[in-house]
């Protein structure tokens, strides 16, 4: 069989039908032990503290219910508000992210953090990586600690992705050496693929995406806090309704002013937060509509590639059965 045939068997043994859907829900709802939100108590030795003050990422393993994990450590020259400011902007990955090509928040809950349970926020976010021949969507539920340093997310499982699985966490803390204008970052994934994706996209996923994250968030928190004149600053960071990411009061200098319970005359914040709920509904229905829209187009172009593909096994088949022809002829 020849390079022209071998390349339509390859188009042809492709997934006719994409898995995800924004309407559907996932298979299951979970297999990988998601992460906690902390410390991941990684111990550094001096060769591993070496290696981070060179400006390169430490790669070691954790391990969990499931196996082994790998976990990636980096220093940063930013503080911490600018690297959760990168960390948080889901909607700017397709622009700072490798092999992401789509990214959007779909929805964002405010949660009161609790001393029982510091949860902050619940972000979620369609997100969308490219290879050749094959692209990948997937929708993330992020679960975001910042009294904790901490955020963790896994699939939203009230959506079918083109993973199988993914959990993950990121842990952001001020440098010890220099916490006003540095950072340590933290950051570990697991995926679980299913048996259709090529082996090329579960080997970057498994282990380039490890470093690739961490570089990233690296690259642009640095190019951030070079456009801020290397101010540092204490505030912290969060996402809004619309998918914006802004700086708020910390809870710490929040409870030191001394006139924020006196302000009961001010209604802006209300006011803010009624204004944000519509403009989330607004946006929540705009974007199933749009994603309902593609779905549609999705669906057209997949009955189009089913043809053609099996258009393209006909030919091989033809092709085959001539070569043998050709050869008993002969």
């Known amino acids: 069989m020849n390079l022209f045939s071998s390349i339509l068997v390859v188009c042809a043994c492709l997934p006719a039908t994409n898995a995800s859907s924004f309407t559907e829900p996932h298979d299951h709802n979970g297999i990988v032990t998601p992460f906690k939100p902390g410390d991941p108590k990684i111990a550094l030795d001096k060769k591993t503290l070496s290696i981070l003050e060179n400006g390169k990422p430490y790669q070691t393993q954790i391990q969990s219910e499931s196996g082994g994990r790998g976990l990636v450590v980096q220093d940063v020259d930013a503080p911490t508000s600018v690297v959760w400011g990168r960390i948080l902007d889901y909607d700017n990955y397709k622009n700072m992210a490798p092999k992401t090509i789509e990214s959007k928040n779909y929805k964002v809950e405010n949660v009161k953090p609790t001393k029982k349970d510091p949860l902050?926020?619940?972000?979620?976010?369609?997100?969308?990586?490219?290879?050749?021949?094959?692209?990948?969507?997937?929708f993330i539920k992020h679960l975001y600690y910042p009294d904790l340093n901490s955020l963790t997310w896994t699939l939203d499982y009230t959506k079918k992705s083109d993973f199988n699985d993914s959990c993950g966490f990121w842990y952001v803390l001020p440098h010890p050496n220099d916490p006003d204008n540095r950072t340590r970052l933290y950051y570990s994934v697991e995926i679980s693929m299913f048996d259709w994706v090529p082996k090329f996209v579960v080997d970057f996923m498994s282990t380039k995406a490890l470093t690739d994250a961490t570089g990233w968030v690296k690259k642009y928190s640095e190019q951030e806090f070079q456009k801020q004149g290397g101010m540092k600053t204490t505030k912290s960071i969060a996402v809004t309704s619309v998918g914006n990411v802004k700086e708020v009061e910390s809870d710490e200098k929040a409870k030191n002013n001394p006139f924020k319970k006196l302000m009961f005359w001010d209604k802006s914040d209300a006011r803010e937060k009624k204004r944000a709920k519509e403009e989330e509904a607004m946006r929540i229905a705009e974007e199933e509509k749009r994603l309902a829209a593609e779905q549609e187009s999705e669906a057209r172009k997949k009955i189009f590639i089913s043809w053609t593909r099996l258009s393209m096994v006909s030919a091989v088949c033809i092709f085959g059965a001539y070569n043998i022809h050709l050869g008993i002829s002969q």
């Open 120 to 138: 902050s926020q619940i972000i979620f976010t369609r997100l969308k990586v490219g290879f050749p021949v094959l692209k990948l969507e997937f």
